[in-house]
Structures are given as structure tokens and as C-alpha cells.
């Protein structure tokens, strides 16, 4: 299986702050690489696929970068809705595995 | 609507047999596979394994294969996860998923979820 290395865990922020969450493979799966939003309670929601591609109706205030092994999820600027845990995944090879997740909260 | 509507939360014993379900509508069915993801309490998403309605081919992840059944019932709409003999480990969130291309989930990922089905096991 493909090993993934989601980090931080968790960190704080404010509103209107940037935020950066990477995630490491442990080999190379191209672009192959979705981000997903989860609130308490509901089940996840795809921000980003393909690494880059921002799914209808998600805010541009998420973006995503990367390639082989080394991917970033980037939130410019901090909403209060978006206060959640973020999981990358990859496709690359079944079966797809998760990122253990970074949860976002308020500072 | 598009949307997966799944069966709701419930509670069994250990060794009991159990089986959830997974209605789809709003699109065709059979064109798109439907994956399943557990979700531990307070832990993150495992991909289970993924099943193509349109003829029942599975793919199963190697952490569940033996473990559990996907099946589908495509005249009902209906996808199928089952233990037949439930252990308390099994306690978790359970969801299908839809990928977002239709006829292959190969290279990509879920954007449609259902609401999750809550299973626990306790004596």
C-alpha cells in the first residue's frame, strides 16, 4: 500500500490567516492526489482533485500543488466555515489510502 | 437529486450478521462504481474496497478483504456492505461513495458521499 504523511495533525489559526497542509507519499503517484473537507458529524466533501483541480462550487480560496510525492493544500484565507479536518488521498494505486488528516481549529 | 441515501444506524451484538445498504438516484446507476470508507470513532477514512453495480466486480483492499461483502442490486439501485460475523472492532461511521467519473473509479476520487451509516457492536 501506498504510505501517506499528512502534516500538521492540527494547528490553530485565525480568521483571515493562511494555512498550508502537506502531504508525502512514500513513492511517487504523479498527480494523483484528492483533498477532502470533513465537519463534525458529516461525511467528507472533495475540494481538490488531481492535485490541482478545484471541484465546482469549492471556494478559490483553496488551491492545491504538487507532483510526485510532495503535495500542499492551501486555504489563503481563513474562513470560519472552514474550520474542519482535511485528509489528502491518493488514487494512484489500489487500494486508495487516506492521509491521517489535519484538523483545523480556531485560535 | 443526485445523492446516496444510506440505511441507518445499528446496533448488534458480537457474532451477529449484519447488512447495509446504499440507494443511489439522480443518475444511471450502473455507470458508476460505488466505493465503501470506514471511519473509526475519532480516526481518520480507510478506503474498504469498490464494486461496479453494472455487473457486481469488486475490489476489495487487502485490510478488508475476508472481512466483509460488497454487493449491489442494480434493479433496486441498491449497494450492499455485510460481516457475518461482527466483532466489536467493527464499531465505526460507514459510507459509499461515488466516484466522479462514471465507468472507472481508476485514478480518482469520491464526489458523492452518502450520510453515513453508524454501526456498533457491543454485548
Known amino acids: 500500500d501506498i504510505q501517506m504523511a499528512q502534516s500538521p495533525s492540527s494547528l490553530s489559526a485565525s480568521v483571515g490567516d493562511r494555512v498550508t497542509i502537506t502531504c508525502r507519499t512514500s513513492?511517487?503517484?504523479?498527480?494523483?492526489l484528492n483533498w477532502y473537507q470533513q465537519k463534525p458529524g458529516k461525511a467528507p466533501k472533495l475540494l481538490i482533485s488531481v492535485a490541482s483541480s478545484l471541484q465546482s462550487g469549492v471556494p478559490s480560496r483553496f488551491s492545491g500543488s504538487g507532483s510526485g510525492t510532495d503535495f500542499t493544500l492551501t486555504i489563503s484565507s481563513l474562513q470560519p466555515e472552514d474550520f474542519a479536518t482535511y485528509y489528502c488521498q491518493q488514487s494512484y494505486n489500489t487500494p486508495w489510502t487516506f492521509g491521517q488528516g489535519t484538523k483545523v481549529e480556531i485560535k | 437529486e443526485v445523492q446516496l441515501v444510506q440505511s441507518g444506524a445499528e446496533v448488534k451484538k458480537p457474532g451477529e450478521s449484519l447488512k447495509i445498504s446504499c440507494k443511489g438516484s439522480g443518475y444511471s446507476f450502473t455507470s458508476y462504481w460505488i466505493g465503501w470508507v470506514r471511519q473509526m470513532p475519532g480516526k481518520g477514512l480507510e478506503w474498504m474496497g469498490i464494486i461496479f453495480p453494472g455487473d457486481s466486480e469488486t475490489r476489495y483492499s487487502p485490510s478488508f478483504r475476508g472481512q466483509v461483502t460488497m454487493s449491489a442490486d442494480k434493479s433496486i439501485r441498491t449497494a450492499y456492505l455485510q460481516w457475518s460475523s461482527l466483532k466489536a472492532s467493527d464499531s465505526a461511521m460507514y459510507y459509499c461513495a461515488r466516484p466522479y467519473r462514471s465507468g472507472s473509479y481508476e485514478r480518482g476520487g469520491f464526489d458523492l458521499w452518502g450520510q453515513g451509516t453508524m454501526v456498533t457492536v457491543s454485548s
Open positions: 513513492q511517487s503517484i504523479a498527480s494523483y
